[in-house]
């Protein structure tokens, strides 16, 4: 891949235009592997730029929704083939942005352009039921609406593959789309966003609008003329985007954090459940909402499953992830690297023991890098047991049956996804039974699910919708009932 990062101004695209913001005002973006590397610049909007998207995308939406569906399909095709022919280019900004290893972000920009393709072909599928009347004189029915105007709001964790899989099916299902990128990554989302403009989408379908989340995000959860509201984020913000959607009677979904375990049976594979462990909780810094975050292990396997892990994990190499070799990346920001480290400071005073790791590795001091890390003697009340990290760190917790280790799995406000390494199979239907997750694995890490599967979380994990596959429909559109008499 090349080293050379082309240093540029990001601007928001607004009704089909590049254009600045109200501000004047861009904020630059820096290489978390060496900060002092500029990776573009992006702006910061307020809010009178977001009314413009919103304005341009209410406007945008009579004529987009009256496309049929097949060719609304043909927009998103083409993008994805103008997405494609960039893999290289923006896998290699997100590795710099955001620090995610090349090789991670390529596969996660090839499964925006899957996703793509996928809703593409949503586009002829049927959306609504003839539905039997009591009047013999009646043609009943149901057919499915766009809401209007979307508001998306996405993480910097997932920079192509999340805002691809709000945007995709928001746009096949007829609405329009303002989009806000976290800031930490928007370089990399306005570049894949660059590929919808090149594939010719008609002015405000979509509309991007940099900033602040204290502003542009405020705005876009308030604004009366957003019907729908699709967030990933944090729990605390996720709060505000539900409060401000209720206010005013618009449509919400959110999915937020987890606190995911993975739980090893005493009949397990260990080595097959110790690469499951390493690549689900280590994998992209930890800094996955479906990352593993706590091991329950049965007590007769504990110290052989520790020992294995342990080996391993001392093989990983940290560092930054555009070099060849490198397993593990930096956080994504300074703010996120002590985070992570006061997480691990909090788990030594509460008294579970550091068996690796724990610190800021030496000769790494230009980036945000931190150490994968592993605890044992894990409470389940402590913090490091209760609250999300979004980190590279492990937390051992002995379980004395499975019984014991599916409560302590359940033990936690989150319910995003969890795994099990069983080969029993009355352990796994009591397993899939007991388990409060929205995504359930067996045999397999915490972390990931297919673009055609529902994807959501229990508890406060989510607002209970559901995202990806033939599931987002349900989101994305209302259901209208029709009664026809003769």
């Known amino acids: 891949m ?9 601007l928001n695209y607004v009704d089909g235009e590049w254009v600045s913001t109200e501000t004047n005002k861009a904020e630059k973006s820096y290489n978390p592997a060496n900060t002092s590397e500029i990776v573009g610049t992006y702006q910061l909007s307020s809010e009178e730029d977001v009314d413009k998207a919103v304005y341009a995308a209410k ?30 280019e923006i896998a290699e900004t997100m590795t710099k942005e955001m620090g995610k290893t090349f090789p991670e972000a390529k596969g996660e920009t090839a499964r925006g352009v899957a996703i793509l393709r996928y809703y593409a072909g949503e586009g002829l599928r049927s959306v609504g039921d003839v539905i039997p009347s009591t009047d013999p004189d009646a043609l009943m029915y149901t057919t499915r609406v766009p809401l209007g105007v979307v508001g998306i709001i996405t993480p910097w964790n997932f920079p192509a593959a999340i805002p691809m899989w709000k945007t995709a099916p928001a746009l096949i299902y007829g609405n329009t789309v303002v989009l806000k990128p976290a800031q930490e990554t928007a370089v990399t989302t306005t570049k894949v966003m660059e590929c919808f403009h090149e594939a010719g989408f008609p002015k405000g379908v979509l509309n991007v609008v940099n900033g602040r989340g204290s502003v542009v995000g405020h705005r876009i959860i308030n604004h009366p003329d957003v019907k729908g509201l699709t967030f990933t984020g944090s729990n605390e913000t996720g709060k505000l985007v539900a ?23 005493n009949d397990a594979n260990l080595d097959l459940a110790v690469e499951g462990t390493i690549s689900g909780g280590l994998r992209s810094t930890g800094q996955k909402c479906t990352a593993t975050s706590r091991v329950i292990v049965q007590s ?8 294995k892990l342990l080996e391993e994990v001392e093989k990983l190499k940290v560092g930054d992830g555009s070099k060849e ?4 990346g930096p956080s994504v920001s300074e703010s996120q690297l002590y985070n992570v480290l006061s997480y691990i400071q909090k788990g030594k005073e509460e008294g579970a023991k550091l068996l690796f790791g724990g610190k800021r590795p030496d000769g790494l001091e230009n980036g945000y890098f931190v150490e994968p890390t592993v605890f044992e003697d894990v409470d389940s009340r402590m913090i490091i047991g209760q609250e999300e990290i979004f980190g590279p760190v492990l937390a051992l917790i002995k379980a004395d049956s499975l019984e014991e280790a599916f409560k302590l799995a359940n033990d936690v406000k ?3 996804s969890a795994s099990i390494y069983t080969e029993n199979i009355s352990n796994i239907l009591d397993f899939v039974d007991e388990i409060e ?5 067996v045999n397999a890490e915490t972390a990931g699910v297919e673009l055609q599967a529902p994807f959501g979380g229990m508890k406060e994990s989510s607002s209970h919708s559901r995202e990806q596959g033939q599931a987002a429909k349900e989101f994305f559109t209302s259901t209208k009932t029709v009664f026809i008499k003769r």
């Open 325 to 328: 070799g490198t397993w593990m």
């Open 300 to 307: 007769e396997v504990y110290d052989e499953f520790k020992e």
């Open 437 to 441: 997750a929205g995504l359930v694995r």
């Open 414 to 416: 989150f319910g995003l």
């Open 59 to 88: 406007r945008a939406g009579k004529g987009w929704k009256k496309l049929t569906g097949a060719k609304r399909g043909e927009y998103l095709y083409q993008a994805a083939n103008i997405l494609e022919s960039r893999i290289d």
């Open 243 to 265: 409060e401000g959607a209720v206010a005013r009677g618009a449509k919400f979904q959110l999915e937020m954090g987890g606190k995911n375990p993975v739980i090893i049976a």
């Open 2 to 10: 090349a080293t050379e990062t082309i240093v540029k101004d990001y």
